[in-house]
């Protein structure tokens, strides 16, 4: 057994099919085009990467053309950096056009080319011919989701029939060449719990889990749980009898491992929400996540982990390790997922790594790749800008390779999957659930936790932080300015103490812009000093900062989106008070974090101008909106989500965070009522000159980022306020209903 396990990384590089369009990760995160990425994936430390050959990509119309410069110039590079790479030749594919994964010579077709790459690089020890070959086959054989498009048991098992016969075909070419070559053969390890009821259906899903495996193994024969579902899909019994002549058993077992791979089924379907309901083998039944049902979490993967050595008895790695949250749980998973090797290591499982996924992030796996809509998921690095930019992710894998001390605070939260509001449904008590931590360990991580101190207590962006804080199980304390006075040093330096806090957001200051025309000594003491009082003492006391500037920076002059880069001219006393503390505070402390943002609107706050906007229209009163001036609105929700992802991310500088579209304030009150379905008809469009502003305002400040688009659109953050609202309402008057009938 290795002396410890090793931190991998994998590069989510899917090319799946569907119908005649392929979706390409690598196009879409930047790296098939950037090879300076090699570098970054080699500064994690981490020790071997899974890494793409595609088939689809290298030899599209057989190997006669096939392109070999990419991997020419990557694969040594890895080597030269001391990266191992884990060699991957379809990757959730089904290889190139004239193929498929239930063609006869899908099989034959890979191995030719593995064959073909292990010639040109002979020095390449690992291997993974064929990712997730179960998972694969049912997507595309099954579900119907990716080409070939199947939808019956006999499509996915010969679909998967015939990616394990290409895995065997593959390492025995490969090994003709390189007779030391190792087999890394993936798929994803989850677990099915469920109510009596389908207890039968949860049986077959666990024992079908393995079925990849199994067959490579030489497990499946007449003697195979499976053997008489297997026989009536209709693939020959030749076929599958063929591994036990055949066999290729993996050299390192590699078990992917996410938040939706365990499932409860119920057969109770009206307690969830209606997309997860579903009939399979004549069971109606609804299928979710574990986290989002049970009352009491699983044991998550360390038990699967003993279940898989148990099985087979090979070396194990975890060759996928990733969640879809926001930064901190990001951590946390990893962080348990890491815990858990290390766990059953100590037990003696041989297990040989963990493997950090998409280091680069990955593109819409929220709908399974099937379109390209956008979403995207940071991982290690995040590449919205199109420079990759490393996150809190790369800064853990650091510290876990190189054996140092954890440093986040944020690690001491809880994951979502253990916080009390997960469930999408009432809790399911059941005691095939059991804990995997005890709470006595949970409670301990956080309740000495080092907290954000946020300024700011009574107005709209403070109270924002504090409830997105508790929601996400970051530790905070947020102070009033009778608490904490910001441009006071002695009261600053007081609270420091008190709390000890690891952060500080100064999410208050002085923001009645036209007032600030005749009370200029209090708005610069407020907006200027104070940011520059807590940017001294975060110096001194080795403090992150966070702290708010305006869009109110710029004049105007130019009709496009300003970027942080672009100049300031600031047309009234709030504005200089902003730009002024900008300078104050990077000066002082260049690793500060200065967001600019602007428009707000929120579900907490009447008072915003979309708020006072919807308020009016729906009461048929006039509402006056300025048609002559272009802003970029700001969801708060979304914003301070951002702002925290940012702030653990340990960024710095000045960032631009909106939700990107300009727009005018009245074109801004017309698209909100419309939405809602609201008459606009007493919207008065009127020019910026008829509000009798005191303070002069720029004419254009929407704002746009160079450093990456952070923040959802504009359409989206309105429908997703909007729904609310009509939540707020129907709860309002659900309550309002109870009383009278009382």
């Known amino acids: 057994m290795n002396s410890e396990i090793e931190l991998w990384g994998g590069l989510e590089c899917t090319v799946n099919r569907v119908v005649d369009q392929y979706f390409s990760q690598m196009e879409r995160n930047g790296h098939a085009a950037r090879s300076d990425d090699l570098e970054r994936f080699a500064s994690l430390g981490i020790r071997a990467i899974r890494y793409p050959v595609l088939w689809e990509r290298t030899a599209p119309d057989g190997l006669d053309t096939a392109d070999w410069s990419w991997p020419d110039e990557r694969l040594p590079a890895l080597q030269k950096l001391g990266v191992t790479p884990i060699v991957g030749l379809v990757h959730h594919g089904s290889g190139p056009r004239h193929t498929s994964l239930v063609d006869p010579g899908f099989a034959e077709g890979l191995a030719e080319f593995a064959g073909a790459v292990a010639r040109r690089y002979p020095w390449i020890e690992y291997y993974t011919p064929v990712n997730e070959p179960l998972t694969t086959a049912r997507f595309s054989g099954l579900y119907g989701v990716w080409y070939p498009h199947g939808r019956d048991e006999r499509s996915f098992i010969q679909a998967l029939v015939n990616q394990c016969r290409a895995v065997v075909l593959s390492m025995r070419a490969i090994r003709e060449v390189n007779p030391n070559a190792k087999l890394v053969q993936t798929d994803d390890l989850g677990k099915t719990y469920s109510t009596p009821e389908v207890a039968e259906l ?65 057969h109770r379907v009206d307690r969830y929400p209606e997309r997860y309901a579903g009939t399979y083998r004549d069971f109606h039944h609804a299928d979710i996540e574990t986290p989002r049902a049970l009352a009491t979490p699983t044991p998550g993967i360390s038990p699967l982990l003993q279940e898989a050595w148990g099985r087979y008895g090979l070396p194990i790695a975890i060759t996928e390790a990733h969640i879809d949250a926001n930064r901190e749980d990001q951590l946390r998973w990893l962080l348990e997922i890491w815990e858990a090797a290390q766990q059953v290591r100590r037990s003696g499982v041989d297990m040989r790594a963990v493997t950090v996924w998409a280091l680069l992030g990955s593109y819409d796996w929220n709908c399974l790749v099937t379109e390209c809509r956008g979403y995207y998921e940071p991982g290690p690095f995040d590449v919205r800008s199109g420079h990759p930019r490393p996150t809190a992710v790369a800064s853990l894998m650091r510290e876990l390779s190189a054996g140092r001390p954890l440093s986040h605070p944020v690690l001491q939260g809880l994951g979502w999957w253990h916080r009390p509001g997960r469930f999408l449904c009432p809790p399911v008590a059941t005691s095939a659930a059991v804990a995997s931590f005890s709470s006595e360990r949970l409670h301990g991580r956080s309740g000495d936790a080092q907290p954000i101190l946020i300024t700011g207590a009574s107005g709209t962006l403070g109270s924002a932080f504090a409830r997105i804080c508790d929601a996400r199980s970051l530790a905070y304390r947020i102070v009033s300015r009778q608490e904490m006075d910001i441009a006071d040093p002695a009261s600053v330096e007081s609270a420091i103490a008190r709390y000890r806090p690891w952060a500080i957001i100064n999410a208050g200051g002085y923001v009645r812009v036209d007032e600030a025309e005749m009370d200029s000594e209090r708005c610069f003491r ?67 974090l200065v967001i600019r943002t602007s428009a707000f609107f929120g579900p907490w706050d009447s008072h915003n101008f979309v708020a006072q906007a919807l308020k009016a229209l729906r009461a048929g009163l006039p509402f006056v909106a300025a048609n002559d001036m272009t802003v970029s609105p700001t969801y708060v929700p979304d914003l301070v989500h951002a702002c925290l992802d940012l702030l653990i991310d340990k960024e710095k500088g000045i960032w631009h965070l909106t939700n990107a579209e300009p727009i005018t304030w009245a074109d801004l009150a017309y698209k909100a009522g419309t939405m809602a379905g609201i008459d606009t008809s007493r919207l008065e469009p009127i020019a910026s000159t008829q509000m009798n502003y005191a303070a002069p305002r720029p004419r254009y400040s929407a704002l746009q980022s160079e450093k990456g688009i952070a923040l959802p659109p504009l359409d989206d953050a309105l429908s997703r306020y909007l729904r609310l609202q009509e939540e707020a309402a129907e709860e309002d008057y659900g ?6 009938g009382s």
Request: with cysteine; glycine share 6%; charged share 20%.
């Open 526 to 592: 407020e907006n200027t000093l104070g940011p520059s009082v807590l940017a001294i003492a975060c110096v001194r006391h080795q403090v992150q900062l966070m702290t708010f500037s305006s869009d109110l920076v710029f004049d105007g002059r130019q009709q496009s989106p300003y970027i942080e880069g672009d100049n300031v001219a600031p047309l009234n006393i709030y504005g200089r008070s902003k730009v002024e503390a900008e300078r104050k505070v990077l000066d002082m402390l260049p690793e500060a």
């Open 735 to 740: 309550g309002q209903a109870a009383h009278v």
């Open 202 to 266: 949860a049986t077959f899903y666990n024992e079908r889990r393995w079925l990849s495996w199994d067959l490579l193994c030489g497990k499946v024969d007449e003697n195979h749980a499976l053997w008489e579902y297997l026989g009536s899909t209709g693939v020959e019994t030749a076929e599958l009898l063929w591994f036990k002549d055949n066999p290729c058993p993996p050299d390192i077992i590699g078990v992917n491992y996410y938040i939706t791979s365990e499932r409860w089924l119920d």
